[in-house]
């Protein structure tokens, strides 16, 4: 039995990012923070800032498609990022660094995917590794 405990144990470490147990702010520093940094400052000139952005706060809709799609400097992230994780991350930047988004839900971003057909367009690429 304690043998049994310690695989689960030792499966679930070796798990890759996409483990169950992230919240939004983990996943923003895994998969976000290198361009638009811990605090949502971004790099003036080469990355937005996050924080204290209206885009960010606004229109859900955008910024799912945007963040799902990919934009510019910024990777796709339709094929290396779940409807859940999206949620998370998104309602994350919403509402940290004293912004005031309303929540994301992972009904929306299955919407706008759906919608967009922006998982089908890069499905078949590899996920772009931007760390
Ligand atoms: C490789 C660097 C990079 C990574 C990683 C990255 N971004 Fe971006 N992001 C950019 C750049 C560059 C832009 C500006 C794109 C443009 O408009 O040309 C941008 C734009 C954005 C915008 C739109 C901002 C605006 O004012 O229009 C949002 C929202 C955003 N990123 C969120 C995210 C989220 C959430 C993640 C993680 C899931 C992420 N980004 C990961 C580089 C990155």
Redesign the pocket.
Known sequence: MKKMMMLVLLAAAAAPACAQGLDGKS??GR??????QASGA?IPG?????RG????QGDSGA?IA??LK??????T?AAS?DDEQ?AL??S??RQAWGNQGAAVAAQQVQAVRGASGAGDAVRQEQP?N??
């Open positions: 996943l923003f998969n976000c923070a290198a361009c638009h971004g080469a990355f937005p800032a996050l952005n209206p885009f960010v910024v945007t963040v990919g934009r510019g400097g910024m990777p992230f990022i999206l991350v998104l994350y930047i772009t931007v760390h």
